[in-house]
T-cell receptor
Framework: DTAVSQTPKYLVTQMGNDKSIKCEQN?????MYWYKQDSKKFLKIMFS???????INETVPNRFSPKSPDKAHLNLHINSLELGDSAVYFC??????????FGPGTRLTVL | GENVEQHPSTLSVQEGDSAVIKCTYS??????FPWYKQELGKRPQLIID?????GEKKDQRIAVTLNKTAKHFSLHITETQPEDSAVYFC??????????FGAGTRLTVKP
């Protein structure tokens, strides 16, 4: 009964490629997030969706495009991958103003 | 935007000692203050949280104190055990989708 799941767990790719990470939650939450955790472990919010609508869009290159087909899914598509995109990407979900439940993370390595 | 500072960045204690991690924030409208624990290679998980109408909350060996006037809150772990070794993150929210994390504290408990 995985609450928040992400696929893939690992992603190794060449610079310039386009890739997607998928996220699904079965908690009935109305808000979903994407975070980037760099090598220094800093957790930085990238996007937040509430009921499929974009609420927060931090200063993230427009190569990153989130897509929320429904309340239970928030996917992240990345175009023209760069070396600096290498990080662990976490999806999370919550009720508004409540505890955030994180997915297992996707370790992206750009070569 | 909200600015969250967390100290110390690393903390090493002997098993059985107490550990204290402190966070300060800038936005007086913030009203939700969770703490997350992230073990190596795992996802962040909530360990305790506090809302602005409460000054202190305790759960077994873990406690959080909040000083709204001074805009700081602290995590206290008593009788530390080796399994408490992890990275701890404070976070701050205004009760909306926007949660900001501190930079993390790497706690090492030496047996």
């Amino acid at each position: 009964d995985t609450a928040v799941s992400q696929t893939p767990k690992y992603l190794v790719t060449q610079m310039g490629n386009d890739k997607s990470i998928k996220c699904e939650q079965n908690l009935g939450h109305d808000t979903m997030y994407w975070y980037k955790q760099d090598s220094k472990k800093f957790l930085k919010i990238m996007f937040s969706y509430n009921n499929k609508e974009l609420i927060i869009n931090e200063t993230v290159p427009n190569r990153f495009s989130p897509k929320s087909p429904d309340k239970a899914h928030l996917n992240l598509h990345i175009n023209s991958l760069e070396l600096g995109d290498s990080a662990v990407y976490f999806c999370a979900s919550s009720h508004i103003s409540g505890e955030q439940f994180f997915g297992p993370g996707t370790r992206l390595t750009v070569l | 935007g909200e600015n969250v500072e967390q100290h110390p960045s690393t903390l090493s204690v002997q098993e059985g000692d107490s550990a204290v991690i402190k966070c300060t924030y800038s936005d007086s409208a913030s009203n939700y203050f969770p703490w997350y624990k992230q073990e190596l290679g795992k996802r962040p998980q909530l360990i305790i949280d506090i809302r602005s109408n409460v000054g202190e909350k305790k759960d077994q060996r873990i406690a959080v104190t909040l000083n709204k006037t001074a805009k700081h809150f602290s995590l206290h772990i008593t009788e530390t055990q080796p399994e408490d070794s992890a990275v701890y993150f404070c976070a701050v929210s205004k009760g909306n989708n926007d949660m900001r994390f501190g930079a993390g504290t790497r706690l090492t408990v030496k047996p």
